[in-house]
């Protein structure tokens, strides 16, 4: 037999694209070899951001090689079709009960949610819930019911202006200030309430800050309000981030099920629930709140089935991913990953100020109760509540000494190296102000923030620098220079430890907790320091 030739099908590259394929607006006619038409589409991706630079999103993009493998074994999976895979609805009913727990709903009840594509869907039926109750109490009193409102901040993401509009809602948007952290304005939103409002969207992490709504300080207004005007307005609490961040990093803040006028609660598993997109969670404090003219009974696919969702079919692979994150962490595993992740945030804001050039709009970094610029952050011994995320912008001196100064082009510089840093502005009434962020996730270290701030830090921590913070006239330039000029090698362990305690007061790190008071600062030296210093972190 003579040697099989080699032809144009057999080749990947050589192959080419053929020309029925070559208008990517018309459906192709042929068909291609498997392998090309992956070598195709993996070629074309190589020109999209890398995941972990992407210092914008939210979104998780790393997860064990476990769950990994967990998500492909099930990728074929239709988590809607519970009488066909039983045991995955069961999973699904423990994760909604976790869910109910962390947010302290009632002990002794059986959770009433489910799982959606992500918190935007989750908002989408807690406004819907709230929408349909409040009809129905007009209903029964004999009043209109055209001109139903809900009110949140204009800091709000987009999905909850979709909620309104989608459903026929006059949006009552609270305009936000620097005295309101740029989100919403407890007292303000209060005056737009009237007999129409079908209740009140709190977000838990603001995208645009990191803020926490005072969702405690807003039930206690409505409270009032229901005592002097008998106007009972509900709460749907979006949170989109901050109900996977505030259960462990802050246990005793009460914005969840504890607080009187929350009655549902959006959650995106993708972002700080640690999992792959897209999934999320929306769960109520109790049955009565899901009215029962949104849920369908269904019997097409095996068996009687009750769905309430927007979206029907839905991939199980994501929803098991998180109970793998559930059962993996457990609530010690959480808070140790919350609790680093805002460690590291809070270097990063200290580092970034400490320059002269940026100042942080973000507020995690500083004492509870203190706000806004600051060229010496002093000792903390309690931080203020938010989410992971470093808004920051150029100070006013910066901008005074460079007037042209535009912050498009430092997040160009660091797009052409790879990182990807938004710059946008403030919501309205504050737009005149543009900010960047920088959210620090599972994957971000110590490593992470260095590179980030473009320091040469090659044996020295980025936190040597921060012992003494520089003048606001100081640059990035005077900062690496410190950097590279501070050497602890020639100190005693006794003189590191004092070092270091030093630098851990400057960020606030305190042993113990939030709820700590007048506790210092513990670490302990690793093989005579010859290895990384070890720290007991606990924000």
Not at 92 to 118: F, I, P, S
Not at 411 to 420: E, K, Q
Request: with cysteine.
């Amino acid at each position: 037999m003579g040697k099989r030739r080699m032809t144009q099908v057999d080749m990947t590259y050589g192959s080419g694209v053929p020309e029925t394929t070559s208008d990517v607006h018309s459906f192709p006619e042929t068909s291609m070899p498997a392998r090309n038409a992956y070598q195709l589409i993996h070629d074309s991706l190589k020109f999209d951001g890398e995941p972990t630079l992407n210092c914008a999103t939210f979104l998780t993009t790393w997860m064990e090689p476990e769950a990994e493998k967990l998500i492909m074994e099930n990728l074929g999976k239709n988590r809607v079709d519970i009488d066909e895979y039983e045991a995955t609805e069961r999973i699904h009913r423990r994760c909604l009960a976790h869910l109910h727990d962390l947010w302290n709903g009632k002990k002794g009840q059986e959770a009433t949610g489910t799982v959606v594509v992500g918190s935007s869907e989750g908002i989408m039926l807690g406004g819907l819930a709230m929408k349909w109750r409040w009809r129905q109490r007009r209903q029964a009193e004999g009043k209109d019911t055209s001109r139903p409102n809900i009110v949140f901040g204009a800091n709000a993401q987009v999905a909850l202006e979709k909620t309104a509009r989608y459903f026929d809602i006059e949006s009552r948007l609270v305009p936000v200030s620097a005295e309101s952290h740029y989100c919403l304005d407890t007292q303000k939103a209060l005056e737009m309430i009237d007999e129409n409002t079908i209740g009140m969207f709190v977000i838990l992490g603001s995208t645009y800050t990191g803020h926490y709504e005072n969702v405690m300080e807003m039930s206690q207004l409505l409270e009032k309000l229901k005592a002097e005007k008998g106007l009972d307005i509900p709460i749907h609490v979006d949170g989109a981030s901050g109900a996977f961040v505030a259960p462990f990093a802050h246990p005793d803040l009460h914005w969840d099920f504890r607080v009187p006028h929350v009655v549902s609660i959006s959650t995106s598993g993708h972002k700080f629930g640690l999992t792959y997109p897209g999934i999320g969670w929306v769960v109520w404090r109790a049955p009565e709140f899901l009215p029962d003219g949104l849920t369908f009974e269904l019997s097409y696919l095996g068996g009687v089935e009750k769905t309430f969702t927007l979206n029907f079919s839905h991939p199980a692979c994501f929803m098991l991913a998180q109970y793998y994150q559930f059962i993996r962490f457990g609530r010690e595993g959480y808070a140790r990953v919350m609790n680093a992740c805002l460690y590291h945030a809070r270097l990063l804001s200290v580092a970034l100020e400490a320059t002269g050039v940026y100042q942080c709009i973000s507020d995690i970094h500083r004492p509870r109760g203190t706000y806004g610029f600051s060229a010496d952050p002093a000792p903390n011994e309690k931080f203020n509540f938010g989410l992971p995320e470093v808004a920051f912008r150029f100070t006013d001196w910066f901008i005074e000494q460079h007037p042209k100064a535009n912050q498009d082009v430092v997040t160009t510089l660091m797009r052409v190296r790879g990182w990807i840093i938004p710059n946008y502005p403030l919501p309205p009434d504050a737009n005149r102000l543009r900010v960047m962020r920088v959210v620090i996730k599972e994957a971000s270290s110590e490593d992470f923030v260095n590179r980030l701030t473009m320091l040469d830090t090659q044996s020295q921590s980025l936190g040597e620098a921060l012992s003494t913070p520089l003048p606001k006239n100081s640059s990035t330039s005077n900062l690496a220079h410190t950097i590279a000029q501070s050497n602890t090698s020639t100190m005693s362990d006794g003189q590191k430890h004092s070092h270091w305690k030093s630098i851990l007061d400057k960020i606030g790190e305190l042993k113990g907790g939030e709820c700590a008071k007048n506790q210092q600062p513990e670490m302990k030296l690793v093989d005579g320091g010859r290895r990384k210093t070890v720290y007991e972190k606990s924000c």
